[in-house]
């Protein structure tokens, strides 16, 4: 099964965790793209729910699908979201942020009773950090907080390249209008520690390591479809 075959299984099963009357928080990646197809076929088949998505790509998607959308401000608590990663460990703690949405989708997760990850099975990990972990950023001052970035990791004895995120030459901006550092730390010993630092930075908006949010993981791999932590 190629990569794209395992986004849909995973996907799909996403679907038997999504009930009527519910507020859902809706990814953004190329994994929770394919569990928004998937479930635009049940709300055009009759399935009540309203979305919140994580970023104006995936509101486009859904928009164009016919999925019901509200904002955050209209439903501030949702029951469940369902969300892709970059990197998953045994307990459940993600990195995300590859496409650059980790401040929405942090900001929803967090505003849901439930948080569902879906992804193939390549993206669990033993320890996190092989991925580059993305940092939002506020624009001003970035060569400072990047500095300082530098700092704070070196004291957790964290080192690797610190780079601005670019989309040809120019620096890739979020949809809340801020930059993305990617840091290649290798391997995170304690990626609390890594948190706390991170948001003790003044320039930091938000970083992709997503700890304590995420109730279940699905992964789909050659051998069907595998469920981390609780139903
Ligand atoms: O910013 C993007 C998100 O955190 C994605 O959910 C994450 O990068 C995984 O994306 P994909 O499903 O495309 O691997």
């Known amino acids: 099964m ?50 919140v998505p994580t970023s104006e790509r995936s509101a486009k998607l859904c928009g164009e699908l016919g999925i019901p959308l509200a904002t955050l401000e209209d439903l501030p608590e949702l029951d469940l979201t369902i969300d892709g990663a970059d990197e998953v460990d045994a307990r459940l703690r993600l990195i995300k942020g590859g496409g650059g949405a980790l401040l929405r989708e942090k900001i929803v997760a967090a505003a849901s009773a439930r948080m569902l990850v879906i992804a193939d099975a390549s993206k669990k990990v033993e320890h996190l950090g092989a991925f580059p972990l993305p940092i939002e950023v506020n624009g001003f001052g970035v060569l ?27 620096p890739f901006i979020t949809d809340g209008g801020h930059l993305i550092i990617d840091a290649s730390f290798g391997l995170i010993p304690d990626p ?6 991170l948001h003790a930075i003044p320039g930091v908006v938000e970083h992709g390591l997503f700890l304590g949010l995420a109730s279940s993981v699905l992964l789909a791999g050659p051998e069907g479809v595998e469920r981390l932590g609780a139903a």
């Open 2 to 51: 190629d990569a794209a075959a395992m986004k849909d299984e995973v996907a799909r099963a996403a679907l038997a965790h999504v009930e009527s009357g519910m507020r859902l928080g809706i990814g953004t990646g190329s994994t929770a793209e394919a569990f928004i197809r998937a479930l635009a076929g049940r709300v055009s088949e009759g399935l009540r729910i309203v979305g």
């Open 144 to 170: 400072a907080t990047t500095l300082a970035i530098e700092k704070a990791s070196a004291m957790l004895g964290l080192s690797g390249s610190i780079r601005l995120r670019m989309v040809g030459d120019k």
């Open 192 to 197: 609390e520690a890594l948190s706390a630092a």
